[in-house]
């Protein structure tokens, strides 16, 4: 496995150098593949990222007709809720490219329940990607608590061996959540992890610098077979950690 660490000065270095590798690596996949499957991240960490591959500037480096859009993990509500991340990557992103619309594999549905769902995803996954699962790129955020994904602490789903998508009801925060699992995530030829802030800096150095204790910091559980692990982070978050001093 290769694990590297990138920090920066400030969020907008960190954000730029995130288009750029997200570009770089659409531009290989396609070139070599003639597709790019990416599994987009949540929560508010992507953002700013979105907003860049959306503007003029950079939306035309990327051929959008090749692209095949999934996510790491959804808030198991209706797409017009503000907890979405599907509603947020589509107001963000996904209505300003040139993305064919059945390329885009939402992580929700109307009619069946989330553990139905999840069969369903992993199914879809399996039919774009093949029965290898690996995925191009898959986008992550890290949690306060060193989640990532839906993979939180000491929850069943940190020891899914089988499935490549699982669906639970998360007790603390009263609702369901469908995820990748770690096996799924761990077969990308690049996962890539965007946190920053003063909030995540204990995290991030249990995470890299800690104990083996993934029950504690699911983040540990990231270990690509075959690909890359890239952690994009800022001197903030980054501060407890050895290699930033």
């Not at 770089?24 to 599994?39: L, S």
């Not at 802030?197 to 690509?224: C, F, H, I, M, W």
Request: aromatic share 10%; proline share 4%.
């Amino acid at each position: 496995m290769e694990k590297l660490i990138r920090i920066f000065d400030n969020t907008q270095q960190l954000t730029e150098a995130a288009a750029t590798l997200f570009i770089a690596t659409a531009k290989q996949a396609i070139a070599e593949n003639g597709k790019f499957t990416v599994a987009l991240t949540g929560g508010s960490s992507p953002i700013a990222l979105h907003k860049i591959l959306a503007s003029a500037e950079y939306q035309t480096m990327i051929d959008w007709e090749k692209v095949f859009v999934f996510w790491g993990d959804e808030r198991w509500v209706p797409f017009d809720d503000e907890r979405s991340n599907t509603k947020m990557a589509f107001e963000t992103l996904l209505n300003h490219v040139p993305i064919p619309k059945d390329h885009i594999y939402k992580m929700y549905s109307e009619t069946l329940s989330p553990e139905e769902h999840a069969a369903q995803y992993e199914a879809e996954i399996k039919a774009v990607l093949g029965e290898n699962g690996a995925f191009d790129l898959i986008l992550l955020g890290m949690g306060d608590d060193g989640h990532t994904a839906s993979l939180f602490p000491h929850t069943a789903v940190l020891a899914e061996d089988k499935k490549w998508v699982d669906a639970y009801y998360l007790e603390p925060q009263s609702m369901y959540r469908i995820t990748l699992t770690a096996p799924l995530i761990n077969r990308a030829k690049n996962i890539v992890v965007i946190t920053f802030g003063e909030k995540k800096t204990d995290a991030l150095y249990e995470v890299l610098e800690g104990e083996r204790n993934p029950q504690e910091y699911p983040s540990q559980l990231l270990a690509p077979t075959n690909g890359k692990l890239l952690f994009l982070t800022d001197r903030v978050a980054a501060s407890r950690l050895n290699t930033s001093k």
